[in-house]
């Protein structure tokens, strides 16, 4: 039974102008939803390559997509190499690419993955397991002002200052209720109906420790230079930072093309109603020209 729920996939669909036997590349794979949505409305014979830099997400979900056969590729690469991935695997100029550049449920899901402040796990962050730096690392070993730097340019955390010295002076933190101890010294425990007092700080590290914000700089720009002509390109966040560089990038793009959203795309109620993780998503849509 597939339970997972992708975000504003009635709009992807409609701003990739999805065609039957079009080329498509979802470089964020996740728990696969848009992908078998894109698989379904190419049918017969259009072809889906799909990227995650976590190995776990492919492996969890590729038995469940074997009947799309050859017209599915999964192949395990961080988006922003995507020129390098689509040409090796026959995916040049594609009619279309998305990205949902949101943390999947299933990492926030999973503790040993030490994403969220709401699970006690070890304090990893790293999307991909192999790359060597890790959340621990950072505050551990990294002064207070390069951490305060990083909470405030990451998570936009106001009190950044006396977090930083507060995650000093707590050392050594090794596990997520280390950290959000640190955070509540300063800035008290939850309060009903606010956002948790440590989202911000979870969000600047996991940032940091992926370097979500440089690969998306890239992927865009390299994004804009595979597509064919008139081809597409959608871009889901959930957060600010990231919503203004795709909003400035399709507003000053490196490649002649138009921005399709005049004004950023967000969920109706009844889609927050089912699936409450499209509340903060935000949708902008590009075409080259």
Avoid: C
């Avoid at 040993?112 to 006690?120: L, Q």
């Avoid at 390069?146 to 002076?169: D, K, Q």
């Avoid at 370097?211 to 865009?220: A, I, K, T, V």
């Avoid at 921005?259 to 109620?269: G, H, Q, R, S, Y």
Wanted: aromatic share 6%; no cysteine.
């Amino acid at each position: 039974m597939h339970t997972h729920i992708p975000v504003l996939v009635e709009e992807v669909m409609r701003f990739l102008a999805v065609q039957p036997g079009g080329h498509y590349i979802d470089a964020t794979f996740g728990a696969g939803g848009h992908t078998r949505e894109l698989l379904s409305r190419t049918s017969p014979d259009g072809r889906v390559l799909a990227l995650d830099r976590d190995e776990s997400a492919i492996e969890a979900e590729r038995p469940g997509l074997q009947s799309f056969g050859s017209r599915l590729v999964l192949a395990r690469a961080n988006f922003r190499d995507i020129t390098s991935v689509a040409e090796a695997h026959g995916f040049a100029a594609p009619d279309g690419i998305l990205a949902d550049i949101g943390v999947s449920s299933m990492m926030l899901d999973d503790s040993e993955r030490g994403f969220s402040f709401m699970r006690e796990g070890p304090l990893d962050m790293r999307m991909d397991v192999d790359q060597p730096q890790t959340a621990a690392d950072v505050v551990n070993t990294f002064s207070e002002k390069e951490i305060a730097n990083i909470l405030f340019s990451f998570g936009e955390e106001r009190r950044s200052r006396p977090i930083a010295s507060s995650i000093v002076r707590s050392r050594p933190l090794t596990r997520t209720t280390d950290l959000v101890r640190a955070v509540e010294r300063v800035l008290g425990g939850r309060r009903f109906g606010k956002i948790h007092p440590a989202t911000r700080t979870f969000q600047a590290l996991r940032i940091f420790v992926n370097d979500e914000l440089g690969s998306l700089q890239s992927f865009l720009d390299s994004s804009m230079a595979a597509l064919r002509p008139r081809g597409r390109l959608v871009i889901i966040s959930f957060h600010s930072l990231e919503d203004r560089i795709v909003k400035n990038k399709f507003r000053s793009p490196s490649i002649p093309g138009v921005a399709l959203t005049k004004k950023v795309i967000v969920a109706a109620e009844e889609e927050i109603h089912r699936n409450p993780r499209a509340r903060s998503a935000k949708l902008r849509a590009w075409e080259k020209s």
